[in-house]
T-cell receptor
Framework: GDSVTQTEGLVTVTEGLPVMLNCTYQTAYSDVAFFWYVQYLNEAPKLLLRSSTDNKRTEHQGFHATLHKSSSSFHLQKSSVQLSDSALYYCALSNMGYKLTFGTGTSLLVDP | EAAVTQSPRSKVAVTGGKVTLSCHQTNNHDYMYWYRQDTGHGLRLIHYSYVADSTEKGDIPDGYKASRPSQENFSLILELASLSQTAVYFC????????????FGPGTRLTVL
């Protein structure tokens, strides 16, 4: 079956510095979409980014990600993090247009 | 904006007792889902439904039942609650045709003692 791997459980970054959250995946399907969801403390997860196009950069709220099918990756990046970016970030993939498979999540902690 | 509500928001249950978690959406979405969230495991799909009166097993259905009596409502039932079912449970909905984005409810924190 499908799987999504997020190797970092916690990433700590100083405010103003760049960050990259890693996401790799395995799937046997070709018609697949990829997502980043963000969950702030005591809130529901919500969509941050979505992509299904290989080698195309997708941006939202200062974050960006590029799907690289050659390396099975969809890393999330930001050039300058803010304190308000502290949250739990989930990478996910969807085949058949509806069922999501999530990674285990990466907590991003931004220090002042 | 899409709206998914859950009740109760938190619950304490006894081992062996029955627990019902409820979810209501006003998005007119066909798809509804139940996930559990655990540290180190992320979000895992328990059951989902794409039409009223029908449910499908997700990735971790053991110990859980689901019910979809109408398009708007989707319940998760723990017939015999166990300690291992202590977790935060999220309901979500999505549009059949639209995009794959799922809209999540606020979550229910379940503690089984």
């Amino acid at each position: 079956g499908d799987s999504v791997t997020q190797t970092e459980g916690l990433v700590t970054v100083t405010e103003g510095l760049p960050v990259m959250l890693n996401c790799t995946y395995q799937t046997a399907y070709s018609d697949v979409a990829f997502f980043w969801y963000v969950q702030y403390l005591n809130e529901a997860p919500k969509l941050l980014l979505r992509s299904s196009t290989d080698n195309k950069r997708t941006e939202h709220q200062g974050f960006h990600a590029t799907l690289h099918k050659s390396s099975s990756s969809f890393h999330l990046q930001k050039s300058s993090v803010q304190l308000s970016d502290s949250a739990l970030y989930y990478c996910a993939l969807s085949n058949m247009g509806y069922k999501l498979t999530f990674g285990t999540g990466t907590s991003l902690l931004v220090d002042p | 904006e899409a709206a998914v509500t859950q009740s109760p928001r938190s619950k304490v249950a006894v081992t062996g007792g029955k627990v019902t978690l409820s979810c209501h959406q006003t998005n007119n979405h066909d798809y509804m889902y139940w996930y559990r969230q655990d540290t180190g495991h992320g979000l895992r799909l328990i059951h989902y439904s794409y039409v009223a009166d029908s449910t499908e097993k997700g990735d971790i259905p053991d110990g859980y039942k689901a019910s979809r009596p109408s398009q708007e409502n989707f319940s998760l039932i723990l017939e015999l609650a166990s300690l291992s079912q202590t977790a935060v449970y999220f309901c979500a909905s999505s549009d059949r045709l639209g995009g794959d984005e799922q809209y999540f409810g606020p979550g229910t924190r379940l503690t089984v003692l």
